[in-house]
């Protein structure tokens, strides 16, 4: 038996108030934040998408295993943000258009903030246009891009392209992410950075703005 098995179990229940309950008993006997979120907040998820693939599942079990994810988040959130005391750059983050999955999304901009970044969330189901919009008048450092559905993940390429179009490609480093893409997809797409989780999140961006300032790109 696992320390985290109730939290894990909680998720998967769609059981909210215990899955609050559940992450902060866990922070005090000293689970990380990180260990929490990607060694069970995650595969908790991940379950509740295979029992969803295999029809044990259906969509009310989905948005009551979200709610008791982001409920745990809630709890797990302050001890991340304001971690990162130095401003490390700006993000514009959001999920592309025609998707509504937020949890991976979220997680990533609690870590960016943890890591000493500003996020401007732009929310979910966000057009290229808006996109495009939000570099043109934000002038972020970075533009972080997930996407949940092979069916949404195309939307990567073409905001890449409108930016390229737009002449502003050159204005801002491009990360994605989201369970279907690979470093393969963002490489095809000419995508800057790829990150598998949102603790790889955070690096990447790090990492892309300490070359920035060497004269990388
Ligand atoms: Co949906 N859904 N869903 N869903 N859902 C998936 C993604 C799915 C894999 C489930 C399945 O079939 N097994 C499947 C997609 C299949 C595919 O595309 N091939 C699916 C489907 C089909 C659908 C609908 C079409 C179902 C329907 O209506 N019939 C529908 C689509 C709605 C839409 O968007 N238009 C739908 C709806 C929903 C709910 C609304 C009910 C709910 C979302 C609630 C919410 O987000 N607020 C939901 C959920 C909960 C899921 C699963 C079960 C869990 C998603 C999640 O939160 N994972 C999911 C199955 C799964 O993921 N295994 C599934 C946990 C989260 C921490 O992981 O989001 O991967 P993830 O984020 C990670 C990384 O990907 C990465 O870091 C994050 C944190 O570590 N990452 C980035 C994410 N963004 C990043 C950006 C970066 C870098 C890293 O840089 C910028």
Redesign the pocket.
């Known amino acids: 038996m696992n320390a985290t098995d109730s939290l894990h179990e909680a998720v998967v229940v769609g059981d909210w108030d215990l899955a609050a309950l559940e992450a902060s008993r866990l922070l005090e006997i000293g689970v990380s934040p990180q260990e929490l979120v990607?060694g069970c907040?995650?595969p908790a998820?991940?379950t509740?998408?295979?029992r969803?693939?295999i029809g044990d599942y259906f969509?009310p079990d989905?948005?009551m295993?979200?709610r008791a994810?982001s409920r745990a988040m809630d709890i797990i959130r302050p001890l991340v943000v304001g971690k990162g005391i130095v401003q490390r750059g700006r993000v514009v983050?959001g999920t592309v258009q025609?998707?509504?999955?937020?949890?991976?999304?979220n997680?990533?901009a609690m870590f960016l903030q943890g890591t000493g970044f500003e996020v401007d969330d732009l929310g979910v189901d966000v057009s290229d246009e808006a996109y495009v919009h939000a570099v043109r008048e934000r002038h972020p450092d970075i533009l972080?891009?997930?996407a949940?559905?092979?069916?949404t993940m195309p939307r990567l390429r073409s905001i890449i392209m409108e930016l390229d179009a737009q002449g502003l490609r050159n204005t801002v480093l491009v990360?994605?992410?989201?369970?279907?893409v690979t470093q393969r997809y963002a490489d095809q797409i000419g995508a800057d950075g790829y990150?598998?989780?949102?603790g790889a999140?955070a690096k990447v961006c790090r990492h892309l703005m300490e070359s920035r300032h060497k004269g990388v790109r």
């Open positions: 990607e907040l995650r998820m991940a509740v998408g295979d969803f693939s969509l989905l948005l295993a979200g994810m983050l025609g998707d509504i999955h937020d949890i991976g999304k997680m990533v972080g891009l997930s949940l559905l092979t069916t990360v994605v992410g989201g369970a279907p990150a598998p989780d949102a999140a």
